[in-house]
Each structure stands twice: as structure tokens, then as C-alpha cells.
């Protein structure tokens, strides 16, 4: 894609921002918020472009100013010194053209939205539901370095600790765009606290991601819904377990079971339980446009096959190992510990080229 085609393509962009922008200030849009947060949404999708595309335009600039200079200037210094601006700006101009190309590919549109995190315990008895719970942890810290608010809405113990199952709901900008990668079976191998002979087991925790529904997203009917209330178990004093504040929501006409026992609240948990059956029902639908891509995207098996190993632990070795882009890390202890910056970069880094492959055939 040459300067010529980029600029045709951002002036498209910026004409569209103008355009956005004017709707936004229209009272009648205002007053409908469906259209006025999808309008919002595609205006600050399009605001990094623009500016980008300042940017570029301004280099381009730049590098006409120097090659005038380089063929109407005498002075050797001078023509020295427009060639190295030149040689610099080519440079940078390459870097943004590969930027813009990456920008101007359609993002997928949950990306930007807080998630629903979900982690079972597979294969491997008590020592699965311990790994689920290192997983859960990992998450917890992950989150807590990023400034997003995590909140469990459902879970069940295991026997000798951490979990059988977790729920919780993850808020916060662009959740699930990062989250998102984590979909799929995380594999441990190491030696459990109950194993008297020193072998290493290999046991599974299953984590899935969806992207939360917002209200507008799908038409719930409480007609649809049968809402069972129960006793909460698990810590919280004598008040859990003798109020019906649980909840428990199935969806006849899917058969989806959703259930909140978090709060001491019975609406508190009716709220959150009627957010994440929005969030099933949804990704019903969003799940056939994962099959379509994951198709064409190894990296995102995350959000097609969810029953892909995609990660492996190694206790012995102190080794974590990706399984969709063959990426090899000797830092176990820091990763368990929440730092998972680099093993996500290097996904969106691998998506990108292959979607930027995708583009040009």
C-alpha cells in the first residue's frame, strides 16, 4: 500500500470522524442511547486514526521540505544533513504505514467490551481444582495491575482447595480484547503436595472468556425465565445460610442455567445473574462468528475450539510454554504472579501479522 492509497483511505476516515463527530451533537441522537453509545463507540475507534493520520501527513511534509533543500541547496553541509532527514524520515515513515495499515484493519467489535471469566477443573482430581485456583489468582493480580474491577458471582470449592468452578466478572476498557487469549485448556505439570513419591502429575484447568452483553445487545423476556432462590453457602457468617438471597435463573428456551450466591443481597445477585445469562445467550450467537474466524486465526483458538490445550506450566523446568505460537518463557513464578504483559503481546503481535496477511490477499 503506497502513501498515495494510505492517504485516499485516511481522508475517508477523517471525513467519516467530521461526520460522527457533527452526529454526536445532534439532541435527537442524544436522546437515543443505543445509536448515541454506537456512535461514540466509532468515534473514538476512529480518533487514534485521525491522529495518526496527522502525523503521517506531517512527515510526508517533511520530507518534501528536504528533498527541495537536496536539489536547490549548494552547500554540502546542508545537503548532507537533508539526506540523513531523509534516510531518518523514510524510516519513521515505514513504522507508520505499518501502524496505519494495522488501524485501518476492522477491530472485532466485543473487543472493547468487560468480560465473564469462567475456570473448571478438567482432568487431575484435587491437584486440577488447586491449579484452577493458581489460575483464578493469576487473573486476580493480572487485573489488579491493570486497575480493573474483578467481582466472583459464583464458585465451588475443591476438596483440597482452590476451585472445581469460578465465576467472575472482569470490568473495565478493553477487557476482553486482552482477555480474550486466555480461552482455552492451561495444562500444569509438576509434583503435588499429596504425592509422596515425587512424580509430576499433569492436570487441566478449562478457562473460558466471553464478552459481556450490555443491555441493548439481546431482548431478554422474563416471560423466558424461571428464578429459583436458595441458601448461599461458603464463608460470610450465620446470615448466608439462613437467607434465600442465592439465585439461580434458567432460561427455558435455551436451557441455560446461570446462578449468583456473591452478595448477601437477593436483588444484588439477581442483577448479576441476569447479566451473565444476557452474556450466554449472546455469545450463542457471537460463538458462530469465533468459529469463523478461529478457522483462519491460530491464535484465536482462544475463542473458537475452547477445549485446545493452549498452555502448558512446568514446575521442574520453571517453564510456561504457548502452544498457538511455539513461545517459550522461563519466568513460571512471575507469570503465576499475574505478569502475562509479555505472553499477551506476543499473541496480539501474532494475530496482527496474520491479519495483516489476510488483508493483502
Not at 42 to 62: A, F, G, I
Amino acid at each position: 500500500m503506497g502513501s498515495t492509497s494510505i492517504l485516499e483511505k485516511l481522508e475517508g476516515v477523517r471525513l467519516r470522524f467530521e461526520e460522527v463527530e457533527q452526529m454526536l451533537s445532534d439532541p435527537s441522537v442524544a436522546n437515543d442511547m443505543q445509536r448515541y453509545i454506537k456512535l461514540n463507540k466509532e468515534y473514538r475507534d476512529l480518533e487514534p486514526l485521525v491522529r495518526t493520520c496527522k502525523e503521517y501527513k506531517n512527515v510526508l511534509s517533511n520530507i518534501d521540505s528536504a528533498k527541495e533543500i537536496l536539489a536547490t541547496e549548494s552547500d554540502e553541509e546542508m545537503r548532507e544533513m537533508a539526506r540523513a532527514e531523509i534516510e531518518n524520515l523514510q524510516d519513521l515513515l515505514e513504522q507508520m504505514e505499518e501502524k496505519i495499515r494495522l488501524l485501518l484493519l476492522p477491530s472485532d467489535p466485543e473487543d472493547e467490551k468487560s468480560a465473564i471469566m469462567e475456570i473448571r477443573a478438567g482432568t487431575g482430581g484435587d491437584e486440577a481444582s488447586i491449579f484452577a485456583g493458581d489460575l483464578f489468582r493469576m487473573y486476580s493480580k493480572f487485573c489488579e495491575t491493570r486497575k480493573w474491577k474483578l467481582e466472583v458471582t459464583h464458585y465451588n470449592e475443591g476438596t483440597a482447595g482452590g476451585y472445581k468452578e469460578i465465576v467472575f466478572n472482569v470490568s473495565g476498557n478493553g477487557v476482553y480484547g486482552i482477555l480474550k487469549y486466555e480461552s482455552g485448556v492451561h495444562r500444569v505439570q509438576r509434583v503435588p503436595q499429596t504425592e509422596t513419591q515425587g512424580r509430576v502429575h499433569t492436570s487441566a484447568a478449562t478457562v473460558a472468556v466471553l464478552p459481556e452483553a450490555e443491555e441493548f445487545d439481546i431482548d431478554l423476556k422474563m416471560d423466558d425465565i424461571r428464578k429459583d432462590t436458595y441458601c448461599s453457602s461458603g464463608p460470610g457468617g450465620q446470615s448466608v445460610n439462613t437467607t434465600y438471597s442465592a439465585i439461580r435463573l434458567t432460561h427455558i428456551p435455551s436451557g441455560i442455567v446461570v446462578t449468583c450466591q456473591d452478595q448477601k443481597s437477593q436483588l444484588k445477585n439477581l442483577d448479576k445473574a441476569m447479566a451473565e445469562l444476557r452474556t450466554r445467550l449472546y455469545n450463542l450467537e457471537y460463538q458462530k462468528y469465533i468459529d469463523e474466524i478461529s478457522t483462519k486465526r491460530k491464535t484465536m483458538v482462544s475463542t473458537g475450539d475452547r477445549s485446545a490445550k493452549i498452555r502448558t506450566y512446568n514446575y521442574q523446568q520453571g517453564r510456561v510454554t504457548d502452544h498457538r505460537i511455539n513461545l517459550t518463557l522461563y519466568n513460571l513464578s512471575a507469570i503465576l504472579d499475574g505478569d502475562l504483559e509479555e505472553v499477551i503481546d506476543k499473541l496480539q503481535m501474532a494475530e496482527n501479522a496474520e491479519r495483516l496477511k489476510a488483508s493483502t490477499h
